[in-house]
């Protein structure tokens, strides 16, 4: 049977991780079959914090592909001209699945899911004690199911392949609403590892107060949250925010695990900045933002003016991305933003008009607008929620996803900028995927 592409280098490529995370040194480089057949705890550290490290990788074209393809940004690249062709279906181009941000991301993404995968088959043998094999346990279920909520988004109805535990003899791909159970069921399972857990491993900077069993749950718990609206289970979201980190306290707004980003050696650095001005590499705001926010919205700081509009391919704008300081700025995993949005959705959903709206006035209050005077009803405070997130979550990952979960990833509700150009709703498997 055919691998794919994204599993073709489990050897030493899935040990070489970041300085940056405290990685265990191992100077024998060991063989993976080495470190399941004798797994030490210093081997089991150094595949934890390696995980941690790999689920940075290809961030970078999945914002540009969810980006483009709902129209909250252009990715002018020179070096990489479907950029705003491909992905913005010019003159009617359909998506191959051969799209680098595609398969560039399911090769991020599978490399995870593989390392968690060698976690969680060591643990049988592993010389620790069953507290710390919880430990060990949680980590992988909860990751794993994370990275693979990325590759189920991209491919929506085609479904995603959950079974790579085997390379030789792949898994089939299941169906999108049997692959969100099987998140799920990971993310149930290792938030019960996780209470009787123990962390024998370190973590980096961007997980502190998220570094004990206690604390990562909620970030499990967030997380599953994330994916019960996803399957439109918003009662299931409503209760998996209760073991989150979830407050409602707009000084709160930013508390949450992120990942890291550093100079230097392997170290990776922040693939969503762009430096000020530059023309020929840059996100360029589509001028839906600029024109569609409200008067006061603190967030149009996230769009910097540029001293000269800039054009490629008939597409045009006149901000760029403002989103992060420097190369070094960390990205946020998920934080406590957007577990309010997740429950003023959730809310509305089930009925619960009056919290909706409380929750929202966390947001508008915390970026200027003042509390919600419009019409306490679902489709107008659904309204209010979508235009919260697309501001509150702008270039993180998430708009494509809430206006097709809500049938706006359409002509629609989304400008056509040139004549023939089509809105895609999801990426087929890559060709080089066995079916």
Not at 5 to 13: D, M, V
Not at 60 to 87: H, K, M, V
Not at 197 to 215: I, K, L, V, Y
Not at 311 to 340: F, K, Q
């Amino acid at each position: 049977m055919k691998t794919i592409k994204s599993l073709k280098i489990l050897g030493a490529s899935l040990l070489l991780f970041s300085c940056s995370l405290d990685e265990v040194t191992d100077p024998n480089q060991p063989s993976i079959g080495g470190v399941l057949g004798n797994p030490t705890e210093e081997t089991l550290n150094f595949l934890a914090q390696g995980l941690e490290s790999k689920a940075r990788s290809g961030w970078g074209g999945y914002i540009t592909a969810t980006g483009s393809i709902a129209r909250e940004l252009y990715d002018f690249n020179a070096s990489d001209p479907t950029t705003t062709a491909t992905l913005i279906g010019k003159e009617g181009v359909q998506l191959t699945g051969s799209e680098p941000q595609l398969t560039g991301t399911m090769f991020a993404r599978y490399q995870a899911v593989k390392n968690a995968d060698f976690i969680l088959d060591a643990l049988a043998d592993a010389p620790v004690t069953d507290a710390q094999k919880n430990g060990y346990r949680g980590l992988a279920l909860t990751y794993k199911a994370y990275m693979l909520l990325d590759v189920l988004n991209l491919l929506g109805d085609n479904g995603v392949r959950i079974d790579v535990s085997d390379p030789n003899n792949l898994g089939p791909f299941v169906s999108r609403a049997e692959g969100f159970q099987a998140l799920r069921t990971f993310l149930d399972d290792g938030f019960a590892a996780l209470q009787s857990g123990e962390f024998a491993m370190e973590f980096s900077t961007g997980f502190d107060g998220f570094n004990t069993p206690a604390t990562f749950a909620q970030f499990n718990r967030a997380v599953a949250a994330r994916v019960a609206i996803h399957q439109e289970d918003y009662a299931g979201a409503l209760s998996l925010l209760q073991d989150s980190f979830l407050s409602l306290d707009a000084a709160d707004l930013a508390i949450g695990p992120k990942r890291i980003y550093a100079q230097g050696g392997t170290e990776l650095l922040n693939p969503i900045f762009k430096a000020p001005q530059q023309s020929g590499d840059q996100y360029i705001v589509h001028d839906r933002f600029i024109n569609d926010i409200q008067a006061g919205d603190t967030r149009i700081d996230k769009f910097r003016m540029r001293d000269d509009p800039v054009a490629r391919d008939g597409l045009n704008g006149t901000h760029e991305i403002d989103l992060y300081a420097s190369a070094t700025t960390p990205i946020d995993h998920i934080r406590n933003e957007e577990l309010i949005l997740i429950y003023a959705e959730a809310s509305i959903q089930q009925g619960n008009l009056t919290d909706a709206v409380d929750a929202l006035n966390i947001i508008r209050n915390a970026y200027g607008l003042g509390d919600y005077a419009g019409t306490v009803a679902a489709p107008e405070l659904t309204d209010e929620m979508l235009y919260n997130r697309a501001y509150s979550l702008w270039a993180e990952g998430h708009a494509m996803f809430d206006l097709r979960r809500y049938d706006r990833l359409n002509a629609t509700f989304l400008p056509i900028d040139r004549a023939g150009d089509i809105i895609h709703t999801q990426f087929p498997i890559p060709p080089f995927e066995e079916q």
